[in-house]
T-cell receptor
Framework: DTAVSQTPKYLVTQMGNDKSIKCEQNLGHDTMYWYKQDSKKFLKIMFSYNNKELIINETVPNRFSPKSPDKAHLNLHINSLELGDSAVYFC???????????????FGPGTRLTVT | GDSVTQMEGPVTLSEEACLTINCTYTATGYPSLFWYVQYPGEGLQLLLKATKADDKGSNKGFEATYRKETTSFHLEKGSVQVSDSAVYFCALSDLVNTGFQKLVFGTGTRLLVSP
């Protein structure tokens, strides 16, 4: 069973288009994250949700809009795609509250977005 | 804000050689420290962690000790294998103003092990 899954794995699209990436975790965690990894492998957090509430919102263009319909899902919608959005986007989850707080994050396999 | 600095790669070793990847951090509080590994084409996996000073994290022959006095968390392995070839990320947990944690990653160090 895949713990954190993302779809699609690859996404090639043209500038100006709108696209979404989906993430699901079956670990029962209460917190989910989106990270962006650039071509030099630098990894930076974009957003985090805890129990469907936004708790971390880094300096990200407002063309990026996360949505968490429930605590097992966190989707990322990107409007008006630009060349600089090309990267690998990783979803992750962790347990941040309750009796089993661990702060260990479990990552999905990534979505490679290429904007042409 | 908090930050992590790790040595630039790639680190190229022969099989059975000793490995050290340096990692130092800057933090205002007492973060937990982590090493994550990313194999080609995959997401990151937690390799080991340490939550307080002098703790030693270990897993799969890798070790790292939380050194508060030198603000370091160097990754070591006595004998590397070809299968250890990957990118290794040092990270710390940073408390944000919402009361939750976020991970701050170093830039990653690529390890290449040849037979």
């Amino acid at each position: 069973d895949t713990a954190v899954s993302q779809t699609p794995k690859y996404l090639v699209t043209q500038m100006g288009n709108d696209k979404s990436i989906k993430c699901e975790q079956n670990l029962g965690h209460d917190t989910m994250y989106w990270y962006k990894q650039d071509s030099k492998k630098f990894l930076k957090i974009m957003f985090s949700y805890n129990n469907k509430e936004l708790i971390i919102n880094e300096t990200v263009p407002n063309r990026f809009s996360p949505k968490s319909p429930d605590k097992a899902h966190l989707n990322l919608h990107i409007n008006s795609l630009e060349l600089g959005d090309s990267a690998v986007y990783f979803c992750a989850s962790s347990q941040e509250s309750g009796t089993t707080v661990s702060y260990e994050q479990y990552f999905g396999p990534g979505t490679r977005l290429t904007v042409t | 804000g908090d930050s992590v600095t790790q040595m630039e790669g790639p680190v190229t070793l022969s099989e059975e050689a000793c490995l050290t990847i340096n990692c130092t951090y800057t933090a205002t509080g007492y973060p937990s420290l982590f090493w994550y590994v990313q194999y080609p084409g995959e997401g990151l996996q937690l390799l080991l962690k340490a939550t307080k000073a002098d703790d030693k994290g270990s897993n799969k022959g890798f070790e790292a000790t939380y050194r508060k006095e030198t603000t370091s968390f160097h990754l070591e392995k006595g004998s590397v294998q070809v299968s250890d070839s990957a990118v290794y990320f040092c990270a710390l947990s940073d408390l944000v103003n919402t009361g939750f944690q976020k991970l701050v990653f170093g830039t990653g160090t690529r390890l290449l092990v040849s037979p």
